[in-house]
C-alpha cells in the first residue's frame, strides 16, 4: 500500500479559493486512477472528484464547476484547485485510489467561513 500525505487545507472565507495536494508513495502511480475525498462532521465520508490514469476527470455535482483534479505523474502528486468556496465545503479532504485502497492519510482540514 501507499502511503498518502495531503496538504494545503485551512480557513478561507466564502468565495475564495484553495489549493490542496496529496503526495502519493509507492511505483507506478502512473497507472493508479486517484481520487479526492472528504468528510465533514457528522457525515460519511464522499467522494469529491477523480482523475484516471489517463487524466480523465469526474466530479461531484455539488462541486462540479468550482473544483478542479489535476495529477503530476512526475512527481506522484495530485492536486485539487477549489475555487469559489461554500461554508457546506468544510470538511476534512483526504485522497485515495479510486476506489480506495491505500491506508487513508491525516486529511488536510478545510473550513470555510460565511
Known amino acids: 500500500q501507499a502511503q498518502l500525505v495531503e496538504s494545503g487545507g485551512g480557513l478561507v472565507q466564502a468565495g475564495g479559493s484553495l489549493r490542496l495536494s496529496c503526495t502519493a508513495s509507492g511505483s507506478r502511480f502512473s497507472d493508479r486512477d486517484m481520487a479526492w475525498y472528504r468528510q465533514g462532521s457528522g457525515n460519511q465520508r464522499e467522494l469529491v472528484a477523480s482523475?484516471?490514469?489517463?487524466?480523465?476527470?469526474n466530479y461531484a455535482g455539488s462541486v462540479k464547476g468550482r473544483f478542479t483534479i489535476s495529477r503530476d505523474n512526475a512527481k506522484n502528486m495530485v492536486y485539487l484547485q477549489m475555487d469559489s468556496l461554500k461554508p457546506e465545503d468544510t470538511a476534512t479532504y483526504y485522497c485515495?485510489?479510486?476506489?480506495?485502497?491505500?491506508?487513508w492519510g491525516q486529511g488536510t482540514q478545510v473550513t470555510v467561513s460565511s
Open positions: 485515495n485510489r479510486l476506489p480506495p485502497f491505500d491506508a
Open positions: 482523475i484516471t490514469n489517463r487524466g480523465a476527470t
